[in-house]
């Protein structure tokens, strides 16, 4: 093992990059996060009403509707057949998610990622076990049971348990019942299972990621001949198994991240050390040589990923 693995995760980063530079795309997704959920708070806070809505459904200026195509999906299956205006605003929210990369949503817009993050920081932070972890696949699972239940119930039958929602609900209207669905969230990652909501049950994550499977925008790992096997974009990345086709191929193999299952949050990005990762897209086909692997790099960092 190298010793570098036993540093802390991305020290050599903040070493190489200073500490901004190895946390850009943290701090950017944190500005993104305050300033969507802001857009939808000043109305009622300071009756500015820019936004009138939530993420489910808005519209901006009395002009542009945005309606989450997951809510138009379930209103059709319950039977409800939304009107045109929210047709156009599912229109206009699906296809923008299609190109960017449906989950860019859970990393760059929902507000419930940074509970998730603090949750998974405080969990890594007292050293806690892993916990039980649900199969990658149960969100896809319960993206079917709501859809199921919706189509029985004739409802939006998310939108009783969304903690999105809730978390919208909670910041306007202040302490309540709200809030219990938020923290539910943050105990389950912190003690219950290490990431388990966004990356194993949330049934949103599971639509966006469906929604954006062809999407343009991709991180890849067009430099991994150069990868010092520190494993400290495992140990970020919230999907770690989406980093291993890309960044392990030989040359035959894409160095792109094509994983619906990726958030493109950057993170991989900020904590390497010799700038394996960067943002590209689908078509880029710059060649890039694959790994030469050695017994001495095969199996170090292990300690890091798991």
Not at 7 to 16: D, F, H, N, V, Y
Not at 112 to 141: C, F, S
Not at 277 to 285: A, G, S
């Amino acid at each position: 093992m190298k010793l570098k693995t036993k540093s802390p995760i991305g020290a050599e980063a903040i070493e190489a990059k200073g500490w901004i530079g190895a946390h850009r795309f943290l701090i950017l997704r944190r500005i993104s996060q305050a300033f969507f959920l802001s857009l939808f708070l000043i109305g009622p806070w300071f009756g500015l009403w820019w936004v009138k809505g939530n993420l489910s459904g808005s519209l901006t200026l009395g002009i542009l509707p945005l309606t989450d195509p997951f809510i138009a999906l379930q209103s059709l299956v319950a039977g409800h057949w939304p009107e045109m205006t929210a047709l156009i605003g599912a229109l206009i929210v699906g296809v923008t998610y299609a190109l960017i990369g449906g989950r860019v949503y859970c990393s760059w817009v929902c507000p419930i990622n940074p509970v998730t993050d603090a949750a998974h920081w405080l969990h890594d932070k007292l050293n806690m076990p892993k916990g039980w972890q649900p199969k990658a696949n149960t969100r896809y699972y319960m993206l079917a049971m709501v859809l199921a239940v919706s189509a029985a119930t004739g409802t939006i039958a998310w939108e009783f348990v969304n903690p999105i929602s809730m978390l919208h609900r909670g910041l306007i209207f202040g302490v309540g019942f709200a809030w219990a669905f938020v923290l539910g969230v943050f105990v389950m990652d912190f003690v219950l299972a290490r990431r388990g909501w966004c990356g194993h049950l949330c049934p949103v994550g599971a639509f966006y990621g469906l929604l954006g499977r062809g999407s343009v925008l991709r991180i890849t790992a067009d430099k991994r001949a150069a990868c010092d096997d520190c494993m400290d974009c495992f140990a970020v990345c919230p999907e770690m198994h989406v980093i291993t086709p890309a960044l392990r191929g030989g040359d035959d193999d894409t160095p792109l991240i094509l994983s619906p299952d990726c958030t493109n949050c950057g993170r991989c990005i900020d904590v390497c050390s010799v700038d394996v990762f960067h943002f590209t897209h689908r078509f880029d086909k710059t060649p890039s040589p694959g790994r030469v692997r050695t017994p001495s790099n095969s199996a170090s960092g292990a300690d890091k990923a798991a």
